[in-house]
């Protein structure tokens, strides 16, 4: 305790659970980890592409978001990245590092996990393939001439915009908690590791790599509703979306307009989207299961399980 990282609320050490727990709350922090390190590195990305924005200015702007919402570790080292020049060429250092992201494999365990306890967790996943991807350099190269990408000849609000991609890396990285801790929740379950989420939010908020102001907002939630393990079912959840959601939309379509990949930002709002949604397509994949193996599928007006011999009618 007396080595650990403090904050208001104490030191940032806790009894996680029984057996591997902390294991697991470990694996599943890296995996949030992923998601808000790619989802800032989109932010950067459109800021630089579609803004035109040069390094210095872009640090200066996550400077700026350090200060209110989006404080956070993250958040911190990334503007003094941006504004940090290499000695050798006096360029942004960002500018003369090669874009080939490695990975130790903690990513990759947590999206295996979430997998195998039937968790849904694209935010986290796709942080993986982005990098996984980007490792590919020589073919994206190679590609990148077979398919030259023109940009729309139209005009954007700058001072908006930035303040859509602040809102949007907010709406995403509540996505990637909301989905890592319904991950550490279901594994608790599955496990019986015991974890309580609050106390997991409350040893986040510092020595940690994902520590971000944001985590108060967070452990507000949990703390008045335990059961609401992905955080959505809240009035405080609502609010929070609901000021962000446009923003987020008008990003990813932008993003889409300039040819600019934004996998994390994407897949967090195709999660909420999708959690959200009463009536999903699965239905016909449902059917299309039975038709092709007998798979059967559930009604929405009688009990049973049911099955077509299709090739009848």
Same mark, same amino acid.
């Given at each position: ?148 990408? %023109?940009?729309?000849?139209?005009? %954007? ?63 507000? %939630? %949990? ?91």
């Amino acid at each position: 305790m007396e080595i650990a990282a403090k904050t208001e609320d104490g030191a940032c050490c806790t009894y996680v659970g029984r057996d591997s727990a902390g294991h697991f709350v470990k694996m599943v922090h890296n995996g949030i980890e992923y998601a808000f390190m790619q989802a800032i590195a989109e932010a950067y990305d459109f800021m630089r592409k579609v803004l035109k924005m040069p390094s210095e200015e872009i640090g200066d702007i996550f400077a700026e978001w350090n200060e209110g919402e989006l404080a956070s570790f993250l958040i911190e080292i990334t503007a003094k990245i941006l504004r940090f020049k290499d000695e050798q060429t006096g360029k942004p250092i960002v500018e003369v590092i090669l874009d080939k992201a490695e990975q130790k494999g903690t990513g990759k365990w947590t999206a295996q996990s979430a997998l195998e306890l039937g968790v849904p967790t694209p935010s986290l996943n796709l942080a993986v393939v982005a990098r996984t991807i980007s490792y590919f350099k020589d073919l994206r190269t190679k590609l990148s001439k077979r398919y030259p990408k %023109i940009p729309p000849n139209f005009s %954007i609000e700058k001072a908006q915009t930035i303040e859509n991609l602040r809102k949007s890396l907010l709406f995403s990285l509540f996505m990637s908690f909301s989905q890592g801790l319904w991950l550490i929740s279901t594994a608790s379950e599955t496990y019986d590791y015991g974890i309580n989420l609050s106390e997991i939010l409350r040893i986040w908020k510092g020595g940690c790599i994902i520590r971000a102001r944001l985590l108060n907002f967070l452990r507000e %939630i %949990i703390n008045e509703n335990p059961q609401n393990v992905n955080l959505l079912d809240s009035d405080k959840s609502v609010a929070f979306i609901s000021d962000k959601i446009g923003a987020i939309k008008s990003i990813t379509e932008l993003a889409k307009d300039f040819n600019i990949p934004t996998p994390v930002l994407n897949s967090s709002l195709d999660y909420f989207l999708s959690i959200s949604e009463e009536e999903l397509p699965a239905n016909l994949i449902q059917a299309q299961r039975d038709y092709f193996g007998a798979h059967t599928f559930e009604r929405k007006d009688k009990e049973g399980t049911f099955h077509i011999e299709w090739e009848k009618f």
